[in-house]
Each structure stands twice: as structure tokens, then as C-alpha cells.
């Protein structure tokens, strides 16, 4: 089993930053990266970045590219996510989730533990 702890999320103005933290702990050296995901109300749960804990390579949601960064820790298997600009289309529960090795990056079904999720609220 691995747990996750998920912290940074908040009430932020139109342009402003937020950083997002992602402890986890436990059975881990079966995955080789983690990611973030997005759900805003009344809409699907959409990629928004992931990374690999070996090469460090990493994975943006299109809308999101230029404004977010993802990064890692190793020693403390933990992942953040820096983000920059928001705007309020970006207002959602961020959930972190544990990428199992070989699936495909961008999708859910390729995650196999999540987060409790921080919410993220962009607005004036």
C-alpha cells in the first residue's frame, strides 16, 4: 500500500501562484513516477503534469505548459507542483496519484493509488 498526503491548495487571485506538495509512503519502489490530476465540478478528471522518479522526464497537459512545473524530490518521495498564472479556469480538486510502471502517462487508468485531493480556487 502507499499513502499519499497532498498539501498547497487554496483561494488564489487570477495571476497568482500556488505550490502543490505530494508526500507518499509505503510500498513505492513499485512505481517509477507520479502525476497530477484535475476535477472541476460537473467535469471529468483531466491530466495535468506527471514525472519520472529515474530520468526525471516529464508530461504537461497542453494548457498548462509554460505555467505549471513539476518537480521531485527522491530522498523524500515527494512531488510538487509549482503553478504559476493561474487563471479560474484552473479551479479544481488537484488529486496526486502513483503512476505504476508501463502504463500510459496521461491517463487515470495508468495510476493505481490517489490522494485524498487539494482544492484549488482561482478567483477575484
Known amino acids: 500500500q502507499v499513502q499519499l498526503v497532498e498539501s498547497g491548495g487554496g483561494l488564489v487571485q487570477p495571476g497568482g501562484s500556488l505550490r502543490l506538495s505530494c508526500a507518499a509512503s509505503g510500498r513505492t519502489d513499485s512505481s517509477n513516477g507520479m502525476g497530477w490530476f484535475r476535477q472541476a465540478p460537473g467535469k471529468e478528471r483531466e491530466f495535468v503534469a506527471a514525472?519520472?522518479?529515474?530520468?526525471?522526464?516529464?508530461w504537461y497537459k497542453d494548457s498548462v505548459k509554460g505555467r505549471f512545473t513539476i518537480s521531485r524530490d527522491n530522498a523524500k518521495i515527494t512531488v510538487y507542483l509549482q503553478m504559476n498564472s493561474l487563471k479560474p479556469e484552473d479551479t479544481a480538486v488537484y488529486y496526486c496519484a502513483v503512476h505504476a510502471t508501463g502504463s500510459d502517462w496521461y491517463y487515470g487508468d495508468g495510476y493505481v493509488y490517489w490522494g485524498q485531493g487539494t482544492q484549488v480556487t482561482v478567483s477575484s
Open positions: 514525472i519520472s522518479w529515474l530520468a526525471g522526464s516529464t
